[in-house]
């Protein structure tokens, strides 16, 4: 965890963006997203390993995955960290909630579409909100609604049916 709050550090992101000897930086960061869900692993051996500091571990890599969820200037990185959020979801079906608002904000950025037409990463989010059985607030329905991407608007009739109706 300490590796990877070293590499999602502001500055050394910043620098990513305008040091060629950082240019391929993004590819740690990127596995290192992969490995942080790993500490979520609810089995026991892996309870054993982490110990009694487990719970912090977990605090920690979760706002690591924040940074590199919102913060990290490579949309591959970013996506990583989706795809990250997915794995723990499944392994921790009851944290889930924890994740909305950091996709949802994911989903709402900038830098995750292109004059209206939303990146890979925007499916990715929504897929990541489905199977943690998560329903989009209304802000980020409707922007998915006018998102020029088809699939991200096939992507919200997923909601459309009865088990989401009172969910909100």
Same mark, same amino acid.
């Given at each position: $965890?300490? #590796?990877?709050?070293? &590499?999602f550090d502001e500055d050394r992101l910043r620098l990513t963006t305008i040091e060629p000897s950082y240019? !391929?930086?993004? =590819?740690?960061? @990127?596995?290192? *997203?992969?490995?942080?869900? =790993? @500490?979520f692993d609810p089995s026991p051996a892996q309870a054993r390993v982490m110990g009694r500091e487990s719970?912090? &571990? ?5 706002? /690591? ?7 990290? +200037?490579?949309?591959? $990185?970013?996506?990583?960290? $989706?795809?990250? #959020?997915?794995?723990? *979801?499944?392994?921790? +079906?009851?944290?889930?909630? &924890? ?7 994911? !989903? ?11 990146? !890979? ?7 990541? @909100? ?5 329903? +989009?607030?209304?802000? /980020?329905?409707? /922007? ?5 991407? +088809?699939? /991200? ?16």
């Amino acid at each position: $965890v300490r #590796i990877a709050e070293k &590499l999602f550090d502001e500055d050394r992101l910043r620098l990513t963006t305008i040091e060629p000897s950082y240019a !391929f930086d993004w =590819q740690n960061r @990127l596995a290192m *997203v992969s490995a942080l869900s =790993q @500490l979520f692993d609810p089995s026991p051996a892996q309870a054993r390993v982490m110990g009694r500091e487990s719970a912090q &571990l977990r605090t920690r890599a979760r706002d /690591v995955l924040n940074i590199a969820l919102n913060d990290d +200037p490579s949309l591959l $990185v970013r996506d990583g960290a $989706v795809e990250s #959020i997915r794995r723990i *979801v499944r392994m921790r +079906p009851a944290d889930g909630r &924890l994740w909305k608002n950091p996709l949802e904000s994911a !989903f709402l950025d900038s830098r995750n579409h292109i004059e209206g037409e939303g990146l !890979f990463i925007r499916e990715t989010i929504l897929t990541a @909100l489905h199977e943690a059985a998560i329903t +989009p607030s209304k802000r /980020v329905k409707k /922007v998915a609604e006018r998102d020029l991407n +088809p699939q /991200v608007r096939d992507l919200l009739k997923s909601w459309r049916t009865s088990a989401y109706d009172d969910i909100e």
